[in-house]
């Protein structure tokens, strides 16, 4: 066992305090034998909600599922590609998200012939995201952007203490993605959540992490950070909007690197205790 579990698994948890800071010290990602990142330094508090940006394929999941596991049953997860069973209808659907709550009588009772409470729990869920008349319907007739509200719904049905989510919001418009992040942060003081909104990182979150080139090339709070920065960790779109006859270079002279970002924000931080009398 290593650092980042002692932490998360030997703190205080009375089922709904705070859990234990989580913090990654120096650990190697992957899948099998493939390393997908290297030597992450992270730590994850109470109260903190994170944007994790990065280029697709860079290691967002992996990481997420690191976090996923180590959280246990503090964390609610909704995944990249929802999770959503198809052919069950959308109440189904969220009302899985806390299967391991009841017992299996429970969940066969309520799952074939739900519970006033438990319908009436789902439902108002469901209005709340904009699914009420969408609560019978099977979620594979539903459109993209109501199974994002469903994968949403049902981890928010999970009432964990943080919210992890792999692209919440990649399958909604900007409006719709700010009033459900809105609601997410209603219920979570903590979350973490890939995106590809750089304006929302900034906007919804207290800090970002930045992954490129297999490392963790950015951890700074949102306050210190500018959307430059956050281009930053996406040079291939930077590369593909240039002209291939005239090349530029991917970022403004004037702009930071994202590690030269976390080296500004460090360098800030050690300014102000330098400050402190
Ligand atoms: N189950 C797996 N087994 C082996 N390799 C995997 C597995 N899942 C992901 N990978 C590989 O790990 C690397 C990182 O993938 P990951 O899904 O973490 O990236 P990501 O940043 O979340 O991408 P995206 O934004 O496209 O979702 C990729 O090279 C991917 O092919």
Same mark, same amino acid.
């Given at each position: 066992m290593d650092d980042g579990q002692r932490q998360v698994t030997g703190g205080r948890d009375n089922g709904h305090g705070d859990f234990p800071? $989580?913090? $990654?010290?120096g650990v190697d990602l992957g899948h099998a034998d493939h390393r997908v990142l290297h030597d992450v330094h992270l730590r994850l508090a109470p109260g903190e909600r994170v944007a994790l940006l990065g280029e697709s394929g860079v290691g967002k999941s992996t990481l997420l599922a690191e976090l996923r596991r180590r959280l246990g049953?503090?964390?609610?997860?909704? #995944?990249?590609?929802?999770g959503l069973v198809p052919q069950l209808s959308v109440y189904h659907n969220v009302y899985m998200g806390r299967l391991e709550r009841h017992s299996a009588l429970v969940n066969l009772w309520n799952l074939v012939r739900p519970l006033r409470q438990a319908w009436e729990d789902v439902a108002s869920l469901c209005a709340e995201l904009g699914l009420e008349g969408a609560i019978r319907r099977p979620v594979g007739r539903l =459109?993209?952007?109501?199974?994002?509200?469903?994968?949403?719904?049902?981890a928010l049905y999970q009432r964990r203490q943080v919210f992890l989510g792999?692209?919440?919001?990649? *399958?909604v418009d900007p409006h719709q993605a700010m009033a459900l992040l809105d609601r997410i942060d209603a219920q979570h003081a903590t979350t973490v959540m890939a995106l590809h909104q750089r304006e929302l990182a900034l906007s919804h979150f207290d800090r970002v992490w930045g992954l490129a080139d297999g490392r963790v090339v950015l951890d700074a709070p949102s306050q210190d950070l500018s959307l430059d920065? $956050?281009? /930053? $960790?996406?040079? *291939? /779109? =930077?590369?593909t909007a240039s002209s291939p006859a005239a090349p530029s270079p991917a970022r403004d002279d004037n702009s930071? =690197? #994202?590690?030269? /970002?976390?080296?500004?924000?460090? =360098?800030?931080?050690?300014?102000?205790?330098?400050?402190? #009398?």
């Open positions: 800071t $989580l913090i $990654l010290d049953r503090h964390a609610a997860w909704c #995944p990249q590609y929802h =459109s993209g952007g109501q199974r994002q509200r469903v994968a949403i719904a049902r792999d692209e919440p919001v990649a *399958s920065d $956050l281009d /930053a $960790l996406y040079p *291939s /779109a =930077s590369r930071d =690197s #994202p590690a030269e /970002a976390s080296a500004r924000h460090a =360098s800030h931080q050690a300014g102000e205790e330098q400050a402190r #009398p």
